[in-house]
């Protein structure tokens, strides 16, 4: 589970990333790299394992692909940062769905279904809450695997001294993000998965005060400038995933790790 999850933000790291999403560079070797997993995923079930489609729809499919781009990628997340009291102006707003847009195109959904503005993006977040999809038992497991083990508390301890703590941590951890995961999702969805909202949600409202505090500082120039301050934070980041966006051949080392993965995929 955790493997899958630091996969999934290794690559938004790539992905959102400057200038990662140019033709040829890292953040758009990995977007490709996915597209084709999730088209040899569906060859696979529709050819070999008998996957029925008349009764099941197409797995991996442009509606679903579309909903988990704009909806879960792009309009949630801006969300909770709204909701963490973080603001954007009106053009970062559709910078950020316009990068995603095109994210989005590059792993394989049509154009047509993906927003051409933040207004766009935010019908097509409202349209996905709506569809009332209910969890099987197959989501239920992979929620109580994603609370149990995909995190991992950083520390900054050694490296067993930090997984003793994160150990010690792991009971209020769980709950912790159970209960902040149901603070943005629809509440019947929530309770089918088994997650229920409680008093820990009013960490979010204890945190605004403090997230404004800073935005304050920051736009007041205290921290900096704002290209050294964003700098500083990508570094935080993508140092996490072992990644150096200053190597000129860090895409070049993602073209040839995908080819071979994918030659033993197929």
Same mark, same amino acid.
């Given at each position: 589970?955790?493997?899958?999850?630091?996969?999934? *933000?290794?690559?938004?790291?790539?992905?959102?990333?400057?200038?990662?999403?140019?033709?040829?560079?890292?953040?758009?070797?990995?977007?490709?790299?996915? $597209?084709?997993?999730?088209?040899?995923? $569906?060859?696979?079930?529709?050819?070999?394992?008998?996957?029925?489609?008349?009764?099941?729809?197409?797995?991996?499919?442009?509606?679903?692909?579309? @909903?988990?781009?704009?909806?879960? @990628?792009?309009?949630?997340?801006? $969300?909770?940062?709204?909701?963490?009291?973080?603001?954007?102006?009106?053009?970062?707003?559709?910078?950020?769905?316009?990068?995603?847009?095109?994210? *989005?195109?590059?792993?394989?959904?049509?154009?047509?279904?993906?927003?051409?503005?933040?207004?766009?993006?935010?019908?097509?977040?409202?349209?996905?809450?709506?569809?009332?999809?209910?969890?099987?038992?197959?989501?239920?497991?992979?929620?109580?695997?994603?609370?149990?083990?995909?995190?991992?508390?950083?520390?900054?301890?050694?490296?067993?001294?930090?997984?003793?703590?994160?150990?010690?941590?792991?009971?209020?951890?769980?709950?912790?993000?159970?209960?902040?995961?149901? $603070?943005?999702?629809?509440?019947?969805?929530?309770?089918?998965?088994?997650?229920?909202? *409680?008093?820990?949600?009013?960490?979010?409202?204890?945190?605004?005060?403090?997230?404004?505090?800073?935005?304050?500082?920051?736009?007041?120039?205290?921290?900096?400038?704002?290209?050294?301050?964003?700098?500083?934070?990508?570094?935080?980041?993508?140092?996490? @995933?072992?990644?150096?966006?200053?190597?000129?051949?860090?895409?070049?080392?993602?073209?040839?790790?995908?080819? *071979?993965?994918?030659?033993?995929?197929?």
């Amino acid at each position: 589970t955790w493997d899958r999850v630091y996969a999934t *933000g290794k690559w938004v790291a790539l992905a959102t990333a400057p200038e990662q999403m140019e033709v040829g560079a890292s953040g758009w070797v990995e977007s490709l790299r996915i $597209r084709l997993v999730h088209a040899m995923v $569906r060859h696979h079930l529709i050819e070999r394992q008998g996957w029925d489609v008349e009764a099941w729809g197409v797995p991996i499919n442009q509606t679903y692909s579309q @909903f988990t781009i704009t909806a879960g @990628f792009c309009a949630l997340p801006l $969300r909770v940062a709204k909701d963490l009291g973080l603001r954007y102006s009106p053009a970062e707003l559709e910078a950020i769905t316009h990068l995603w847009r095109w994210i *989005g195109w590059t792993m394989g959904v049509d154009d047509e279904l993906l927003p051409k503005s933040y207004a766009d993006a935010q019908r097509i977040y409202k349209i996905a809450t709506e569809f009332r999809m209910e969890p099987d038992d197959s989501g239920k497991v992979l929620t109580k695997a994603l609370l149990r083990d995909g995190y991992a508390a950083d520390f900054g301890l050694p490296g067993p001294l930090n997984t003793a703590v994160h150990m010690m941590a792991r009971p209020f951890l769980k709950p912790f993000f159970a209960t902040m995961s149901s $603070r943005w999702m629809d509440p019947a969805t929530a309770e089918a998965l088994g997650l229920r909202p *409680g008093r820990l949600n009013n960490f979010v409202v204890l945190a605004r005060p403090v997230v404004r505090s800073r935005e304050l500082l920051r736009s007041m120039g205290l921290m900096g400038p704002d290209t050294k301050v964003a700098a500083r934070e990508l570094r935080l980041v993508t140092s996490r @995933f072992g990644l150096d966006l200053a190597d000129p051949d860090l895409a070049k080392r993602y073209q040839q790790a995908d080819s *071979g993965k994918l030659e033993k995929a197929s």
